[in-house]
């Protein structure tokens, strides 16, 4: 275990990573036919674990984006993107091999960036990305055997429209839910991701189902002078649940020439001095060398 680490921890764009037994694994775009995962004890060092989804067991040839892994019943579910459309497949490790027994995809409309939701009910919901006149989120409910949504729930929640979100195209995506104090925090990256001003932002609702009202201090992760690009994320935490953390894809200052790089820092639910919701706050882009999270104990 290292006491410190330094961002970019790799290589990788949209990253998600998954804690399951005392391990986290983080999986990206990282190759054009399939996804590598990687693995870490502390999120300071990681590991290449070699393949865990090759475009052969799947549907799709190209355009391998945004893999999110969900554990449920036993099982591992990846919803991916490909040849911009969703697809999932299974696994009964984190590891993989993920495959499709029959290989589809979940809809024929293009749709990319899939995110799981387990409510505390037990509900599964899927919030995704959908082409209409620009990137736009929606939402719908898992069917109970997890290879596909109900398209009769589902439900646009909301498009690009505040100044921040509209520097470079019309572009909401990368949702990622989490639920405080009973609130849904929809978070979501806006802009286009060649744009310095890419960057993330979030919605609150009473309902995993919206509708959503986008937080005045958007956004919350943005350029600095060090990192520019910073979205498509994801969120985690410590083993002991203590900490919040965020994980998202940056490159260079200015550098758009370059891979997209996964960055890890912390993030915290603090107190609104002014009355109303708590407001979501991630400690980054950071540059300099940041302690390390806790191995279990």
């Known amino acids: ?6 961002n970019p921890v790799c290589d990788g764009a949209d990253p998600f990573v998954l804690l399951h037994d005392g391990i986290y694994y983080l999986y990206s775009t990282n190759s054009s036919d399939g996804f590598r995962v990687y693995t870490s004890d502390d999120m300071a060092t990681w590991t290449d674990s070699g393949y865990c989804l090759r475009a052969e067991d799947v549907m799709g040839d190209k355009w391998f984006w945004a ?30 091999p993920f495959l499709q027994e029959e290989k589809r995809w979940l809809n024929e409309k293009n749709e990319i960036d899939g995110h799981f939701f387990v409510d505390d009910d037990g509900t599964v919901y899927l919030y995704f990305v959908r082409f209409d006149n620009g990137n736009v ?6 069917n109970e055997d997890m290879l596909s949504y109900d398209k009769s ?11 921040w979100e509209l520097r470079d195209c019309s572009v909401v995506e990368g949702p990622f839910v989490l639920k405080h104090n009973g609130k849904y925090y929809l978070t979501y990256s806006a802009n286009h991701t060649r744009s310095e001003d890419y960057a993330v932002g979030y919605a609150i609702s ?8 986008k937080a005045s201090c958007n956004p919350i992760l943005k350029k600095n002078e060090a990192f520019n690009g910073t979205g498509h994320h994801s969120f985690t935490t410590s083993k002991d649940g203590s900490e919040l953390v965020c994980v998202y ?18 993030a915290k639910f603090v107190e609104n001095l002014f009355g109303g919701d708590d407001i979501l706050v991630i400690y980054g882009p950071t540059s ?3 302690k390390a999270f806790e191995t279990e104990k």
């Not at 449920?72 to 009964?92: D, P, Q, S, T």
């Not at 729930?153 to 100044?163: N, V, Y």
């Not at 260079?252 to 020439?257: E, G, I, L, V, Y």
Request: glycine share 4%; net charge positive.
């Open 288 to 290: 300099d060398e940041q």
């Open 67 to 96: 893999p999110e892994v969900m554990y449920r019943n036993g099982k591992f579910y990846m919803v991916y993107v490909a040849n911009e459309h969703l697809g999932i497949a299974v696994a009964n490790s984190p590891l993989g």
């Open 249 to 266: 894809h940056a490159r260079p200052f200015r550098d758009t020439s370059c891979p997209r790089q996964t960055c890890i820092d912390r």
């Open 137 to 142: 989120i929606w939402c719908a409910k898992m």
């Open 1 to 6: 275990m290292k006491n410190k680490y330094k």
């Open 206 to 213: 009473d309902n995993p189902m919206g509708p959503f009202v």
């Open 153 to 163: 729930t589902a439900k646009f929640l909301f498009r690009a429209e505040d100044e």
